[in-house]
Antibody, heavy 122, light 107 residues
Framework: QLQVQESGPGLVKPSETLSLTCTVS??????????WGWIRQPPGKGMEWIGS???????YYNPSLQNRVTISEDTSESQFSLRLHSITAADTAVYYC??????????????WGLGTQVTVSS | DILMTQSPSTLSASVGDRVTITCRAS??????LAWYQQRPGRAPKLLIY???TLESGVPSRFSGSGSGTEFTLTISSLQPDDCATYYC?????????FGQGTKVEIK
């Protein structure tokens, strides 16, 4: 059974880089017909698509975050990661990783982790 | 970006009631719409995709309809287990966007 779990620091200082890892078990991040990605939900606000990777290395990033975000995969470890640079208080959110069903990045998320709270504060 | 407007933001109904949630897209998205349920402290759960296709294992009291710009999620007979927040998501483009969510409560 597929499981995904986010991990990373709960507290990050402004201007630093946020690094989160998503560990996948019960499935492969190399499977055809799926993509993997991150979303976030700031307190009291709606969910925001951060980005995704698919087809063995292609990535898509939300244009509003494109200058600051990197998503990369580590197939050997069944993990993928999110790095968000120059963070501010506006990046405080619950961050979710998950799998999407579809080809070439098109499609819909079909499985998510429980999420990890990230607070940006000095 | 495609803006998804979801309504109502909160809904209170009795057990057994028929409940409808609406999502409107700012431009046509064909049938590229999914619905999710999120209970407190739990991961969002996929209910419906392609506007009306029920995900495996989801109770049949959930149904979806619509195409183009207007979509609905219906719970035919509300159960206590359905207390949650429901989100729509459009996936007609690489940049997927969500509705703001509808919190469903039991009276």
């Amino acid at each position: 059974q597929l499981q995904v779990q986010e991990s990373g620091p709960g507290l990050v200082k402004p201007s630093e880089t946020l690094s989160l890892t998503c560990t996948v078990s019960g499935g492969s991040i190399s499977s055809t017909g799926y993509f993997w990605g991150w979303i976030r939900q700031p307190p009291g606000k709606g969910m925001e698509w951060i980005g995704s990777f698919y087809d063995g290395g292609s990535t898509y990033y939300n244009p509003s975050l494109q200058n600051r975000v990197t998503i990369s995969e580590d197939t050997s470890e069944s993990q993928f990661s999110l790095r968000l640079h120059s963070i501010t208080a506006a990046d405080t959110a619950v961050y979710y990783c998950g799998r999407g069903r579809g080809y070439s990045g098109y499609g819909f998320p079909d499985f998510w982790g429980l999420g990890t709270q990230v607070t940006v504060s000095s | 970006d495609i803006l998804m407007t979801q309504s109502p933001s909160t809904l209170s109904a009795s057990v057994g009631d028929r409940v409808t949630i609406t999502c409107r897209a700012s431009q046509t998205i064909s049938r590229s719409l999914a619905w999710y349920q999120q209970r407190p402290g739990r991961a969002p759960k996929l209910l419906i995709y392609k506007a009306s296709t029920l995900e495996s294992g989801v109770p049949s009291r959930f149904s979806g309809s619509g195409s183009g710009t207007e979509f609905t999620l219906t719970i035919s007979s509300l159960q206590p287990d359905d207390c949650a927040t429901y989100y729509c998501l459009q996936y007609n483009s690489y940049l997927k966007t969500f509705g703001q969510g509808t919190k469903v409560e039991i009276k």
